[in-house]
């Protein structure tokens, strides 16, 4: 559907509204309309207001709203976006609107955009913009101050202000604003910038490590630098913290087992959410199998000993609850870098005593519930309740030792192998509990019951 | 134990080296010494540099490292550090030490501090600082740069100046110093805004909102105001980032059952451990004891038919691992507000067919299971071994459906009612679909296999 102007589909009362709010706030009128509607609001805008509506990353459909706009102004206004939303934006259209677009923009504005099109998704490439301010490491505060005033509005940020190599055009310093705000005029750029080399990232990086260098020198913008050192662009602050959001809400849908999605929940269609959930719920039904094999082999325990199987379910989810709980702990540990890979030994040693002490109180539980329901007469477990509920006993010890152990050593196991330690999901913990929790359980009980029930 | 300079600990040279890098690296590597040797070392160091690094929050043990130096050294140097971060760290000191550094602090930081002091922990007031740049309305752009250069080295940020009306010290406006830099000097300050009113939060407002703000509004501070609309502080970017870094470590950890840490994990306590995680694991575990209940009810239908234990924990799993999927997506999507609590009927909606759907397939595995082994002879089922096929994929669409629903509307009621929809556990969710996905797998072997197993 080709959208016009002549013939506005709303009233110009709601672009006069819209103007009185923030861009950030349009976004989120815009969002909640269909795409079609929204493209034909934004093609009702002043051209500047529309640059800055297309400029937030939280505009869900910028893609499909740019394919709805005529191509001439689509590509107008895009040459006014941040060259990093832009490439995100052409990144998502679909190869021929994408060529489409590409051919009517400016061949500078195109130029940047594709060298930008080459860097993976969640990459520092994927998030830098190369509208940043660079000068030679020759020119004095006051030069620069000059240069910053006139380039102000085309750049991403001038906080911080890079000085390069006149030669080599490696990058020298990185010098933040506030220290040329109160430096002399006259003095040479290089001497507001502090002793230490800049600290850059490759283009490569993914986005997790990005982030951390944000955390840990609490900067503004990163340069990103090739392996000559020269710089390629820049990841403001901004797009540091969407990286964050979008790598925590990754980490949550991974720990409940479910593959990361790229939309909000009420925009995934029906057949993409099965595809979401169904392969990890087959993969850990399949695995789960292992259980009904387990039981299959202690039948002949099971038959003469029914009263076992009444608390299978019990035993089985404290094993698993255990297995959570010390994922869940580990998964940040690592993320945040507390703890090393070579570590692990030293949290081998905090969970055994953990999961023995927590399985311990979880045992004393269980066997005051089965005296409790025989001496109330509740419910008769037979004559050997008391040997019933010390199987219960021990085998929760057990059970909570291994989850605890498991549970923690799986996001180890994963990054050893390569794998991001937050893809260890709860659902994941539980399925590995529960086949050991059962030979667990039967093991124990064997041993306990023998001569008796069994 | 007191700490002088006089014997040093430390050979000069590692006091030397720890000045060839930035502040943030000497936090690193003072992380890893015991406290009284990270005091040792900071007490060695220029007061600048020490200063610096006291600022930064990584600093784990800073409040015992103050502790441990002597108190005017100490009072000297919280002096310098900025207002935010004194307080959190003063904030950790045992009472008596308290009050001996407040009593030695000059009156200008004391009284920043205990005003700072007041603000619960969580909220924008304990995050924000009092160093920030303001100016009186009627004063021009040339004025106010001169101003920031004056004050540029006492202030957190200066990337934001805060207008106030001279009479009301009300905030005005808030302008970021770009847009000064690129203005006619002798142009009102005003001239520079933009028109919209300010983004502003009120001291009481969770961090979380306040995280939310930065990522919608793509701010460098965020000044905070009392309800006559004046600046109490302004929390800056860097602090908004650590903020959302804890609530999503939070969030992780309380969806594994575990309560928050306030530490990293290889600094709690065994005690503390214990403490965090016994609490959920017990009360799992007491609720998790109506399976043994609902167990003990169809207890004659166990007898009757012990083929139907087999799959007890394949099933029971099964529902847990839907539900944990539907909590995940749901808590994300409430927390990032991409849905409202009114938005509960369009998940179920979504919910519905998609468990339906979900549990169909794992129907269709869990009797092509059975089917094959008996087939194959690898087991033997009974007679009646395709019932019971068709009782496990029956069950299974059922215990899917309520998984998924459940799962996904958990984090609604826990909205509803006043609590974080995050603390909504793997295991709590787990647990609720347990007792429930018993009732009807057997509810459904009543009905299919009345009359030949049952």
Redesign the interface.
């Known amino acids: 559907m080709e959208t016009t102007t002549s013939e506005p589909l709303f009233p110009a009362m709601l672009t006069h509204d819209l103007l009185q709010?923030?861009p950030?706030d349009n976004v989120e009128f815009l969002n909640s309309l269909p795409a079609e509607e929204a493209a034909e609001l934004i093609a009702s805008l002043p051209p500047e207001r529309a640059v800055e509506i297309l400029d937030q990353p939280?505009l869900t459909a910028a893609p499909e709203i740019v394919q709805l706009l005529p191509p001439e102004r689509a590509a107008a206004l895009l040459t006014g976006v941040a060259a990093d939303r832009a490439t995100d934006i052409i990144h998502l259209l679909e190869a021929p609107a994408r060529a489409n677009l590409l051919a009517r923009l400016d061949p500078e504005t195109r130029a940047s955009i594709e060298r930008l099109l080459v860097y993976p998704p969640n990459t520092a490439g994927s998030l830098m913009t190369t509208e940043f301010v660079s000068v030679p490491s020759t020119w004095t505060v006051e030069q620069t101050?000059q240069y910053?005033?006139q380039v102000?509005?085309t750049r991403e940020?001038?906080?911080a202000i890079y000085v390069l190599d006149q030669q080599t055009k490696r990058l020298v310093q990185a010098i933040p604003?506030?220290r040329l705000?109160?430096a002399q005029g006259d003095a040479p750029i290089l001497s507001a910038a502090r002793s230490?080399a800049p600290?850059t990232t490759s283009p490569l990086t993914d986005r997790e490590e990005v982030a951390r260098l944000?955390?840990?020198?609490?900067l503004?913008a990163v340069p990103v630098v090739d392996s000559a050192g020269r710089v390629l662009g820049i990841v403001t602050?901004?797009d540091?913290?969407?990286a964050?959001?979008a790598e925590?809400?990754e980490?949550?849908?991974k720990?409940?087992?479910?593959l990361a999605?790229e939309k909000?929940?009420?925009q995934i269609g029906?057949a993409q959410?099965?595809g979401k959930?169904?392969g990890?719920?087959?993969a850990?039904?399949?695995s789960?199998?292992l259980?009904?094999s387990a039981?299959?082999h202690f039948?002949s325990e099971?038959?003469k000993a029914?009263v076992l199987?009444?608390?299978?379910?019990?035993i089985?989810?404290?094993g698993?609850?255990?297995g959570?709980?010390a994922?869940?702990?580990?998964?940040?540990?690592l993320a945040?870098h507390?703890?090393q890979l070579s570590?692990w030994w030293?949290?081998v040693l905090?969970e055994l005593?953990?999961g023995i002490?927590?399985g311990a109180?979880?045992g004393v539980?269980?066997l005051a519930?089965i005296a409790l329901w025989q001496k109330l007469g509740l419910?008769d477990y037979g004559e050997h309740w008391l040997l019933v509920g010390l199987t219960v006993a021990a085998a929760l010890v057990g059970i909570?030792t291994f989850g605890s152990l498991s549970g923690s050593m799986l996001p180890f196991v994963l990054q050893r192998v390569g794998f991001d330690p937050a893809s260890a999901?709860?659902?994941f913990v539980?399925?590995l509990v529960?086949v050991t929790g059962?030979v667990i359980y039967f093991s124990v009980a064997t041993i306990i019951l023998r001569g008796t029930l069994l």
């Open positions: 709010h923030r950030a939280e101050l910053i005033r102000e509005r940020t001038i906080y604003l506030r705000i109160s230490f600290i944000f955390r840990k020198y609490d503004l602050v901004d540091a913290i969407d964050m959001l925590s809400t980490d949550v849908q720990f409940g087992g479910v999605l909000p929940y009420i029906f959410m099965i959930r169904a990890w719920l087959c850990l039904f399949l789960e199998m259980t009904a039981m299959q039948e099971l038959e029914i199987t009444l608390f299978i379910p019990l089985m989810s404290s698993g609850n255990s959570s709980q994922t869940s702990l580990l998964i940040r540990s945040l507390e703890l570590d030293r949290v905090r005593p953990t002490a927590l109180i979880l539980i269980g519930r419910y909570v999901s709860a659902p539980a399925t529960d059962l």
